[in-house]
Nanobody
Framework: QVQLVESGGGLVQPGGSLRLSCAASLSSFSIYAMGWYRQAPGMQRELVATITSGGSTNYADSVKGRFTISRDNAKNTVYLQMNSLKPEDTAVYYC?????????????WGQGTQVTVSV
């Protein structure tokens, strides 16, 4: 059974930092593209950052230069370092694992962790 467990969310003041972690119970973790998505109240879920199996990264324009995604294949874990946080970063953050097999994409999701940026 695949499990993605996020941790590291919480309440932080504007300008502060948080580091999210996602521990994955996936066989062959290294072949998965991993990502972080977020969903604010009343909004659709949006991509924050992704990292491929080869280590290439991609970021939403709104977080470029502030957030960094990384992965540790030995620990089956992906991280999201979030600096210079803004109130608009407030959302539930979800970890995603994706793989492609015979042209079909398979997605797995964590349950999410709340990030609140407020004074």
């Amino acid at each position: 059974q695949v499990q993605l467990v996020e941790s590291g969310g919480g309440l932080v003041q504007p300008g502060g930092s948080l580091r999210l972690s996602c521990a994955a119970s996936l066989s062959s973790f290294s072949i998965y593209a991993m990502g972080w998505y977020r969903q604010a109240p009343g909004m659709q879920r949006e991509l924050v950052a992704t990292i491929t199996s080869g280590g290439s990264t991609n970021y939403a324009d709104s977080v470029k230069g502030r957030f960094t995604i990384s992965r540790d294949n030995a620990k089956n874990t992906v991280y999201l370092q979030m600096n210079s946080l803004k109130p608009e970063d407030t959302a539930v953050y979800y970890c995603n694992a994706a793989k492609w097999r015979f042209g079909t994409r398979y997605d797995y999701w964590g349950q999410g962790t709340q990030v609140t940026v407020s004074v």
